[in-house]
C-alpha cells in the first residue's frame, strides 16, 4: 500500500477540511491580499470579478481558492477542467447555461482543445460565443451573448498557457510552495476539525514531512490518523508521528515513494544525468507530466534535481540523500 491508495472516507474529509473564506485560508499572504483587492473592488462596482488565472503545483489551493472566491462572490461555482473539454461544443454548452455573475473554475486549463481555447477567448472578453451550426460549406454560425462571468483558470506552469489566453485574465496569482511553519498551521486547524490530539512537536514533524503542500499535509494527517488508532495512541507526539510516516515510505525530508524512484533511476541507471524527461518518465514507469508536476517542483526546490538545458541532473545532495557516493565524473 502506498500514501496514494485512495480510502472513501478522505473524499469527504478532504472536502470538510476546505477552508471556506480567505481568512480561513492559511499562507499566500501576497495572492490572499490582491485577490481580496480584486473582490472588493468587484464587489463595490457591483459588477462580476475580473478572470483570475491561479499557477502553482498540485495541492497548493487553487480548487480551494476558486471556491472562496465564488463565496466571497456569493455566486455559484461551476467546476470542470481542460482534459474535459475537447470539443469547442462541450465548451460552449457550459458557457452557455452559466447564469450571471457565476465564477467557472477552470482545471488544468493549459490542456484544452485549441479550438475550445480559441472560443474561450472571446467569450472571455466579449461574454459573446458563435456557435457554429452545420457543417461545411453550409456551417453558419449563430452569435451567443453570455452573462457575464469570472472564470478561474488553474494550471500547474502557467508557461504552458499560449500568451493570449494568459493576456485575457485580469489577474494572476502564483501559489508557492507554503512554510513549514504554515504546513502547521494547517495542520492544527485540520487535527481540530478531525477531533485529534497532537502535540507541537508532532505537528512540526508532520509538517517537516509535507513537502510544503497542505494537500499532502492532511493526508499524512489522516495517515497518523490511522496509526494512532491501531496503535492505541491518543496524543500523538513527534515519535509516533514519525514512526507512522516511516511506515508509508514517506521520509524525514518528505521524499515519497516516487521522489525516490526519480533520483534512484537518475542517478543508477543513467549515472546523476543529464537525461531528457521523457527518457527518466518511462525509468521510473510514469508519465513524463505526473514526473514534471508532481515530483520535480519539490526536488528542484530541495536541491536534489537540477534541469538543464540538456536533461535532468541530480545534484550532489541527492546523491547524499540516497546514501551513495557520488562519482567525479558526475561532478564535472
Ligand atoms: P489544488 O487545486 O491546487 O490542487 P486544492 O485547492 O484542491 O489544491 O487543495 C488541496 C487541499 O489542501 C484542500 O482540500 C485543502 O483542505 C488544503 N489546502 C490547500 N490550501 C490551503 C490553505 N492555504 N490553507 C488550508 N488548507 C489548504
Known amino acids: 500500500m502506498t500514501t496514494a491508495a485512495p480510502d472513501p472516507d478522505d473524499k469527504a474529509i478532504e472536502a470538510a477540511l476546505r477552508p471556506k473564506n480567505l481568512d480561513d485560508f492559511v499562507g499566500q499572504k501576497r495572492v490572499r491580499e490582491q485577490l481580496s483587492l480584486v473582490l472588493e473592488a468587484s464587489r463595490l462596482r457591483g459588477r462580476s470579478a475580473d478572470h483570475v488565472l491561479l499557477s502553482g503545483p498540485p495541492g497548493l489551493g487553487k480548487t480551494t481558492l476558486s471556491m472562496i472566491i465564488a463565496a466571497e462572490m456569493n455566486a455559484p461555482l461551476r467546476i470542470s477542467s481542460g482534459p474535459a473539454i475537447q470539443h469547442a461544443g462541450d465548451l460552449a454548452a457550459i458557457l452557455s447555461s452559466l447564469t450571471e455573475g457565476e465564477v467557472l473554475f477552470l482545471d488544468e486549463i493549459h490542456r484544452m482543445s485549441r479550438p475550445a481555447e480559441e472560443m474561450l477567448y472571446m467569450a472571455m472578453e466579449d461574454f459573446r460565443v458563435d456557435i457554429v451550426v452545420g457543417k461545411g ?33 485580469g489577474f494572476t496569482g502564483h501559489l508557492e510552495f507554503y512554510s513549514t511553519a504554515e504546513l502547521e498551521l494547517v495542520l492544527r486547524r485540520s487535527a481540530m476539525l478531525m477531533d485529534m490530539k497532537v502535540n507541537s512537536a508532532g505537528f512540526a514533524e508532520v ?16 495517515r497518523v490518523r490511522d496509526w494512532a488508532l491501531v496503535h492505541g495512541i491518543d496524543q500523538i507526539d513527534a515519535r509516533s508521528a514519525g514512526a507512522a510516516l516511516d511506515m508509508y515510505e514517506v521520509d524525514e525530508r518528505g521524499l515519497d515513494r516516487l521522489d ?73
Not at 453570455?146 to 472564470?151: A, N, R, Y
Not at 509538517?207 to 489522516?222: C, D, E, H, K, V
Not at 513524463?288 to 536534489?304: D, H, I, K, Q
Request: charged letters at 20%; zero cysteines.
Open 207 to 222: 509538517a517537516g514531512r509535507s513537502r510544503g503542500t497542505p494537500r499532502i499535509a492532511n493526508r499524512l494527517l489522516r
Open 137 to 169: 460549406a453550409g456551417a453558419t454560425a449563430i452569435p451567443l451573448d453570455l452573462p457575464p462571468f469570472t472564470l478561474v483558470g488553474a494550471t500547474t506552469r502557467a508557461g504552458l498557457l499560449p500568451g493570449p489566453l494568459r493576456d485575457r485574465f
Open 260 to 332: 525516490r524512484a526519480v533520483l534512484h533511476a537518475l542517478v543508477t541507471k543513467f549515472g546523476g544525468g543529464p537525461v531528457g524527461l521523457s527518457t527518466l518518465a518511462i525509468a521510473v514507469g510514469e508519465e513524463p507530466e505526473t514526473v514534471e508536476t508532481v515530483a520535480e517542483p519539490y526536488l528542484v526546490r530541495e536541491g536534489l534535481l537540477g534541469r538543464t538545458p540538456r536533461g535532468r541532473i541530480a545534484t550532489r545532495a541527492a546523491w547524499e540523500h540516497l546514501g551513495l557516493k557520488m562519482p567525479d565524473a558526475a561532478a564535472q
